[in-house]
T-cell receptor, first 111, second 114 residues
Framework: GQQLNQSPQSMFIQEGEDVSMNCTSS?????WLWYKQEPGEGPVLLIA?????ELTSNGRLTAQFGITRKDSFLNISASIPSDVGIYFC???????????FGTGTSLTVIP | EPEVTQTPSHQVTQMGQEVILRCVPI?????FYWYRQILGQKVEFLVS????????KSEIFDDQFSVERPDGSNFTLKIRSTKLEDSAMYFC????????????FGPGTRLTVL
């Protein structure tokens, strides 16, 4: 299967700080999705990206579809305690409907 | 806002038993998926389903697994003879008629095989 590597693996930040994380692969993807997952719950869709170079925002979250189409980035501005969770990227190839999930970035926000 | 629902939230079963996990996808969606997540690991694709047939499946989805849309609203995953390593969270997801884009996930069923 496809390997999507996310970094950093975990982050511990102070409330109010900005957060940056990324997702890289050796394969070219047509669609990138970013999800947030809290313990014991299903992934919640945050942002969808469909074109190389696309920059999309959802409130304090901004994500970018990398120009090479092999990576994507997620930024969270002015973090708050409820941002705590695991953030997953997911990529979809030009063929097929399945999404390949990244390894996840665990975010802890210290009040 | 429409959402994917799953039942039960937690299923405990003995090794070798059959289990059926149930999902109600978002009502106007036509593509349905099952994913699983072993504790502490990433989400893995199992199968996608469209127009009453499997459109894609992973190597995890072997002969012990089957999916069905028994009526106009439910989508089920059956594991015929559970193994210890089937213990995981199982997520159902659905997407709209394009099938190429946003997939919305349910809250999951935690399957524990003893």
């Amino acid at each position: 299967g496809q390997q999507l590597n996310q970094s950093p693996q975990s982050m511990f930040i102070q409330e109010g700080e900005d957060v940056s994380m990324n997702c890289t692969s050796s394969s070219i993807f047509n669609t990138w999705l970013w999800y947030k997952q809290e313990p014991g719950e299903g992934p919640v869709l945050l942002i969808a990206l469909y074109k190389a170079g696309e920059l999309t925002s959802n409130g304090r979250l901004t994500a970018q579809f990398g120009i090479t189409r092999k990576d994507s980035f997620l930024n969270i501005s002015a973090s708050i305690p409820s941002d705590v969770g695991i953030y997953f990227c997911a990529g979809q190839l030009s063929t097929g409907n399945q999404f390949y999930f990244g390894t996840g970035t665990s975010l802890t926000v210290i009040p | 806002e429409p959402e994917v629902t799953q039942t039960p939230s937690h299923q405990v079963t003995q090794m070798g038993q059959e289990v059926i996990l149930r999902c109600v996808p978002i009502s106007n969606h036509l593509y349905f998926y099952w994913y699983r997540q072993i504790l502490g690991q990433k989400v893995e694709f199992l199968v996608s389903f469209y127009n009453n047939e499997i459109s894609e499946k992973s190597e995890i989805f072997d002969d012990q697994f089957s999916v069905e849309r028994p009526d106009g609203s439910n989508f089920t995953l059956k594991i015929r003879s559970t193994k210890l390593e089937d213990s995981a969270m199982y997520f159902c997801a659905s997407s709209d008629l394009s099938g190429r884009g946003e997939q919305f996930f349910g809250p999951g069923t935690r399957l524990t095989v003893l």
